[in-house]
T-cell receptor, first 114, second 112 residues
Framework: SQTIHQWPATLVQPVGSPLSLECTVEGTSNPNLYWYRQAAGRGLQLLFYSVGIGQISSEVPQNLSASRPQDRQFILSSKKLLLSDSGFYLC?????????????FGEGSRLTVL | DQQVKQNSPSLSVQEGRISILNCDYTNSMFDYFLWYKKYPAEGPTFLISISSIKDKNEDGRFTVFLNKSAKHLSLHIVPSQPGDSAVYFCAASDPGNTPLVFGKGTRLSVIA
């Protein structure tokens, strides 16, 4: 069976510090991978998605970046965090090359920037 | 421009009664629709879906209705239970391999 894990679960960081959130998927090959952010009143905002290694699409301009160094690994980063980066970050995967659209989400990472 | 809209941010329903959550969309290319349920501090989990070739899909207490001409879908929960209290997200996809588009969610509170 397929599993998805992301870490850390919670993170408190000062403004201007770097960020690295990691996500890995097991039990499937060549998945589509996604980073979402849930902020109050804004629902689930798609930040990045990837259909393959090294292929990243950005949906929202921001000071965040994403990388996919391996097929089943997706990393969300920032060089300098802003207060507005606080939120609940969700990694997700879907079967590659399909349009069924079903996403499977990780447990989420709560980021607080002080 | 919001392509998927959930116009009710919250809904309160008594235990045992029906919960109806609504969702509207603007993109006529959407052909597959999903509902996700999310508890606080957890990732959303898939609940039920419907293809545009159908107008109804049922799974236990959960039924999703699709009205393509009105670009409207709804999720019915009967009977509602306290454990159904969560945020429900409507999502839609088009035939291309593009990411799901989510609504902003509706917070359902089922009162015992």
């Amino acid at each position: 069976s397929q599993t998805i894990h992301q870490w850390p679960a919670t993170l408190v960081q000062p403004v201007g510090s770097p960020l690295s959130l990691e996500c890995t998927v097991e039990g499937t090959s060549n998945p589509n991978l996604y980073w979402y952010r849930q902020a109050a009143g804004r629902g689930l905002q798609l930040l990045f998605y990837s259909v393959g290694i090294g292929q990243i699409s950005s949906e929202v301009p921001q000071n965040l970046s994403a990388s996919r160094p391996q097929d089943r690994q997706f990393i969300l980063s920032s060089k300098k965090l802003l207060l507005s980066d606080s939120g609940f970050y969700l990694c997700a995967w879907s079967r590659g090359g399909t349009n069924t659209g079903e996403l499977f989400f990780g447990e989420g990472s709560r980021l607080t920037v002080l | 421009d919001q392509q998927v809209k959930q116009n009710s941010p919250s809904l309160s329903v008594q235990e045992g009664r029906i919960s109806i959550l609504n969702c509207d969309y603007t993109n006529s290319m959407f052909d597959y629709f999903l509902w996700y349920k999310k508890y606080p501090a957890e990732g959303p989990t898939f609940l039920i879906s419907i293809s545009s070739i159908k107008d109804k899909n049922e799974d236990g207490r959960f039924t999703v209705f699709l009205n393509k001409s009105a670009k409207h879908l709804s999720l019915h929960i009967v009977p509602s239970q306290p454990g159904d209290s969560a945020v429900y997200f409507c999502a839609a996809s088009d035939p291309g391999n593009t990411p799901l588009v989510f609504g902003k969610g509706t917070r359902l509170s089922v009162i015992a």
